[in-house]
């Protein structure tokens, strides 16, 4: 328990159970090590998370007032980005089209990137369809950034009702999607290739990816 405890804190980002299980005897139930690690941490500031299937140290939900500044300039999404970003996450796979279909309005490049260069979307391949259009998903800092274990943490249509993000008029057949818990291409995509990040201009020609 204290090398699992050492290599989640030593590390700058969630550690996957692999990583961990690499580096302990074979054999050690590496799940019940980290739940035993998690019920340690609960009561304190620093609480042990599991964000999809990895684990990190987490500063205690309740405790978030005492660490935030008055420097700390907060960026708010507009409410394009948050509309699509919304989309992504519990449509995923999604394409452009494919959103601006639900929203009922074009989708600007400014309002994707601004989702990307925050870490919260990613493209996940490419439909197999005509035109093969890039599809969307969300990424494990999204998940860790809204504090979610896996995307069927998403909030629900009673959890959405309660916060008042749902109004009273909804149509009767509405349903909440509920997003799959799976991270692994769909049968209908294909991975993305070096040709692709090259095309969608995150590679240059025989380069390496732009940060």
């Known amino acids: 328990m204290r090398i699992a405890e050492a290599l989640v804190f030593a590390s700058s980002g969630p550690v996957s159970e692999g990583f961990i299980a690499d580096r302990l005897p074979r054999g050690v139930d590496i799940r019940a090590i980290m739940e035993s690690l998690k019920a340690v941490y609960a009561p304190r500031g620093v609480n ?104 069927r943490d998403l909030p629900g249509m009673e959890e959405l009702k309660a916060a008042g993000l749902l109004s009273g008029r909804i149509p009767p057949n509405f349903q909440v999607p509920l997003p799959s818990a799976e991270d692994g291409l769909d049968e209908d995509e294909d991975p993305i290739t070096q040709l692709d990040l090259e095309e969608l201009g995150l590679l240059t020609p025989g380069g390496e990816a732009e940060e």
Request: hydrophobic residues 40%; aromatic residues 8%; charged residues 30%.
């Open 48 to 151: 042990l998370v599991q964000v999809d299937g990895h684990w990190a140290f987490r500063t205690a939900a309740d405790l978030s007032f005492a660490i935030r500044t008055d420097e700390t300039e907060v960026r708010k999404l507009s409410r394009a980005a948050l509309e699509v970003l919304a989309i992504i996450a519990y449509h995923q796979p999604v394409t452009r089209a494919e959103i601006e279909e639900i929203r009922g309005v074009q989708t600007s490049k400014g309002t994707l990137d601004v989702l990307m260069e925050a870490g919260w979307v990613r493209f996940r391949g490419r439909r197999r369809s005509p035109g093969r259009p890039v599809t969307l998903g969300t990424t494990r800092d999204f998940l860790d950034h809204f504090g979610l274990e896996e995307l």
